[in-house]
């Protein structure tokens, strides 16, 4: 792991960081304001919902206000990552990379092999970015009342 910064930390649901993570999810995802739509489910968190995060899956952070975040939710035969934000100023430190290898290992210890997770069809930057981790698309999905693909799904299998 990159250990350039700090390892990673599993929060629980009394943790004081909450308030940053929301923080930090809302300002690495504001730049999608106007290029997706729907709009991201992140004006729908809240510090109610990332304590039900906490407690039907993992939130991970990086650093102590924190800088990067990933939250990781088991599902059948694959563990769903969502909300990976990374704060702008930390950028290009390896902060995803080494979230996404804290993801692999959680996987292992459910007995999973496949990393899941999904992008808005917009994203295409984040695409590639996934697909520089280890990420290939796997499918394509809508939210309801659309008629067109509104996100793609990658997969990345372990071995």
Known sequence: MNTAYS?????NRDSLVLPEVLR??????????GRIDPP??????????????????EI???????????????KPGRLYLSKLAV???QRDRGLARTLIEQAQVQAR???LDILELQSR????EN?????????????????PGFDRPTSITMQKRLG
Not at 7 to 11: F, H, K, Q, V
Request: aromatic share 10%; charged share 30%.
């Open 109 to 111: 210890r459910y007995g």
């Open 60 to 74: 991970w952070v990086i650093g102590d206000r924190p800088d990067a975040v990933v939250f990781l939710t088991p």
């Open 121 to 124: 069809v917009e994203l295409v």
């Open 127 to 143: 695409h590639a970015t996934f697909a520089r981790l280890g990420f290939s698309k796997t499918g394509e999905t809508a939210h």
């Open 87 to 89: 704060d702008l100023r």
């Open 7 to 11: 390892e990673p930390t599993r929060l």
């Open 40 to 57: 991201s489910s992140m004006h729908r968190l809240t510090l109610d919902s990332l304590r039900r995060q906490i407690d039907e899956g």
């Open 24 to 33: 930090l999810i809302r300002e690495s995802f504001a730049y999608m304001e």
